[in-house]
């Protein structure tokens, strides 16, 4: 079998678990990657054995790849993945697929019209966790879905990264940080989301860069750091979730739950692809773990970029698409557009895996 011929753009923090799992990939060959500072793409082709260090425009223009992976900074995913599908080749970015809804809707456009795949973190939800939960649901373990909650209580970045500041900037926050790895497990679990209402603002906008050659600068806070809000999904379940960077304390609260009429289930950090997964059944005192449904890793980032490649072979839908990312995204976007406004946001998104067209451009619609 022929390996998809692939390059990396953006050599930054994440870059390295893509370039470890996926050097052992019988889907894709990483073959080249490019960074705006060529010096970490040439450390990464040094430690990973990559044998080109391009720029990015000869990445595009390269005529060997046929696969793009998009690791830039959030505000650069939409142009990356636009110029990757202009010169020709697939693209997986890693999430968000793009910080404004226009940007997200000109990337499917743009794949359609090319008649290439568009792919998007987080793939998270491909984990055992996840897929374990879809299996309890669907053999009906806790009855019928009605309600969720989803809790993502920490403090930001800025502790540990070294250059922290697009956290905090126009697509930044917890909400597209983190926001990500659990609205995508829900809606593999739930299904698609119908509207939103929420309230979100800036707690805490005093910060500073806490380690590294930037420590103790200032950082700029331009998008609310802590939201709260429920979702209204089409299967009826109501979803309680709040997401933050102002939660310096710590939490017990979980991070995911599903309640149905038979019972709940408890899934671990989505973050990562592998956990435990519990479940109580009505009328019981006691928290079983279930197996899970197959065996996996902590950090198996590169599961989509596979599944992509794979899919593209056999020329079947691939999972973490950039479909799935729109409307993941509108969700998101959503949850500040009703605090600012007031009201609920009705989404114009759906998303069922393998049965829609692309979404058209969202605008809010009161209810």
């Known amino acids: ?18 370039f470890q799992n996926l050097k052992d990939s019988q889907w894709v060959e990483v073959v080249a990657c490019a960074d705006l500072v060529p010096e970490r793409a040439k450390e990464r082709a040094d430690e990973y054995n990559i044998p080109y260090v391009y720029t990015v425009e000869e990445l595009l223009a390269s005529p060997e790849i046929e696969l793009v992976i998009n690791l830039t900074i959030p505000a650069s995913h939409a142009n990356v993945d636009i110029a990757a599908l ?29 008649g290439l795949r568009a792919g998007c973190a987080p793939d998270t939800f491909l984990g055992s966790a996840v897929q374990t939960a879809k299996q309890a649901i669907h053999q009906g373990l806790i009855g019928r879905p009605i309600a969720a909650t989803a809790f993502n209580m920490g403090k930001g970045p800025e502790s540990w990264h070294h250059n922290p500041d697009f956290f905090y900037a126009a697509g930044g926050g917890p909400m597209m940080d983190m926001g990500p790895y659990y609205i995508s ?27 590294g050659p930037n420590s103790g600068k200032p950082i700029t806070v331009q998008t609310p750091t802590h939201l709260a809000g429920t979702v209204d999904f089409e ?133």
């Open 185 to 211: 497990a829900l809606v593999e679990l739930l299904g698609p989301a119908r509207r939103v209402s929420a309230s979100a603002n800036i707690q805490i906008p005093d910060r500073n860069v806490g380690s």
């Open 235 to 367: 299967n009826g379940a109501i979803v309680s979730m709040i997401t933050s960077f102002d939660i310096f304390g710590g939490s017990e609260l979980p991070w995911i739950e599903i309640y149905g009429t038979q019972g709940t289930l408890s899934l671990s950090d989505p973050n990562y692809f592998n956990g435990d997964v519990k479940i109580r059944a009505h009328g019981s005192q006691e928290w079983k773990t279930l197996d899970p449904v197959f065996e996996c890793g902590k950090n198996e980032r590169g599961l989509g970029v596979n599944d992509m490649a794979e899919a593209i072979s056999e020329n079947r839908d691939h999972r973490a698409s950039a479909r799935m990312a729109y409307h993941v995204l509108e969700i998101m976007q959503s949850f500040q557009q009703s605090s600012l406004e007031g009201r609920h946001i009705v989404l114009q998104s759906t998303y069922r895996f393998g049965q829609l067209p692309a979404p058209k451009l969202a605008e809010s619609v009161k209810n």
């Open 1 to 18: 079998m022929q390996k998809m011929k692939t390059g990396i753009i953006g050599c930054g923090n994440i870059s390295g678990i893509y």
């Open 86 to 114: 202009e010169a020709g080749k697939h693209v997986y970015s890693e999430k968000p697929l793009a910080i404004t809804l226009e940007e997200g809707s000109q990337v499917l456009t743009v794949a359609d019209r090319r």
